[in-house]
């Protein structure tokens, strides 16, 4: 029970403690810097993010490139596939009409069998019926019996004929019958040949339909990584963006500088005239309606550029917009800034006092020709500096 009142009364104590500093001390200090940290580990945390779902990207695109590799090679092998189909479905047809030639080849050959049974037939009834008188006949004709020996000899030559004859076609129809069966087991065989190939044809369609669903799988899944990506991209910029707010905060809130309320000096010795106003206006390259952060004004390249107050210089850079710019801290939340030079000459963290020459007017960046494109800011937002400059 004790020991619980002490650790009671030590939280109670390390309450008060972090009350008291909190009060004593501008909250804001500390907090920018946590809230930058935060941010920075915000960013390093979306980075990974991004980082895993481009790998993964990037093994889903390996995935899809390999379906689509085996698909092109099965591909190939069912044109191989249907042409071997094709072959053989020819040539069954081709040997069908073989079937049928030889058919009619095998019913002309017994026709010529049954009518040389039917002649030898009609010839053995005639002998065989007017055997003796063609004997006797034989006989009283012949004038010797060497010519009846003939002629004898040619009747009995005439039989041997006709079964000799009817023998023969009796073979020829045989081996016709013989190659109708040969080409009828060859059908078959290719009857069998063509399932098969039907089979092997339908076997590789189906393993490219299968791959080509898993393809569908991965570009789906390749498209919804990419939107993951695109939504992390999108946080990254509003971090990046999120962070520069932070990091200017937190020089203002660190300033070396105060500004003291004094009258800006002019930044150029001379221009040639106002050649953008500070506001929205017509974008003179991208012709879009855009805001105009500042005031140009058109002036010689190489013309000096003067700090138009004492100040810290907190940006002395290149970007793709504005070219090599200048900004410089005057303090109190105020900044000024000096776009497009064709040179720097101050660097960051630099003390500057009103009128040093901190660049040269130049045309870098988006710029259509040499001007000093003059901004003000108040806490971060750009404001008219048109008042600044005693202008209006
Ligand atoms: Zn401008």
Known sequence: MGRRKIWKNKGIRVLMIVLVLSLSFPVYASSTKDKLSDAEQDRKDAKSRLEAV?????????????????????????????????????QTVKKEEEIAQTELELAAAREVEREQYESMKL????????GNQSYLELILSSESIAEILNKAEYITQIVDY?????????????????????????????????????????????????KA?????????????????????????????????????????????????????FPLDFYYRVTSEYGWRIHPI????????????????????????????????????????????????????????????????????????????????NSTGPHLHFSVRINGEYVDPGPYLGMY
């Open 286 to 365: 991208y012709g879009t309606n855009k805001y105009h952060s500042g005031i140009d004004f058109g002036a010689p390249s190489g013309q000096p550029i003067k700090a138009a107050y004492r100040g810290e210089v907190v940006i002395s850079e290149y970007s793709s917009s504005a070219g090599n710019y200048i900004m410089i801290n005057h303090g109190n939340g105020l900044a000024s800034v000096y776009m497009h030079c064709s040179k720097l000459n101050v660097s960051v963290g630099q003390i500057v006092e009103k009128g040093d020459i901190i660049g040269l007017v130049g045309s870098t960046g």
């Open 123 to 130: 010839r053995i009834q005639f002998m065989f019926e007017n």
């Open 162 to 210: 006709d079964r000799r004859m009817l023998e023969e076609y009796k073979q020829t129809c045989e081996e016709i019958e013989e190659k109708e069966a040969k080409l009828v087991k060859e059908h078959e065989e290719l009857t069998d040949l063509v399932a098969q190939a039907e089979e092997e044809k339908a076997a590789i369609e189906l393993l490219i339909a299968k």
């Open 54 to 90: 481009q790998e993964k990207i990037q093994g889903l695109e390996q995935l899809r490139n390999d379906a689509k590799a085996y698909i092109r090679a099965m591909d190939e092998e069912l044109a191989v596939a249907e042409d071997n189909l094709t072959d053989l479905q020819e």
């Open 213 to 265: 669903e898993q393809l569908q799988q991965y570009e789906a899944e390749i498209a919804r990584q990419e939107e993951e990506l695109d939504e992390l991209e999108e946080d990254l910029a509003e971090l990046d963006s999120r962070i520069a707010d932070l990091e200017e905060q937190l020089r203002r809130e660190n300033s070396r500088v105060i500004y003291d309320g004094g009258q800006f000096l």
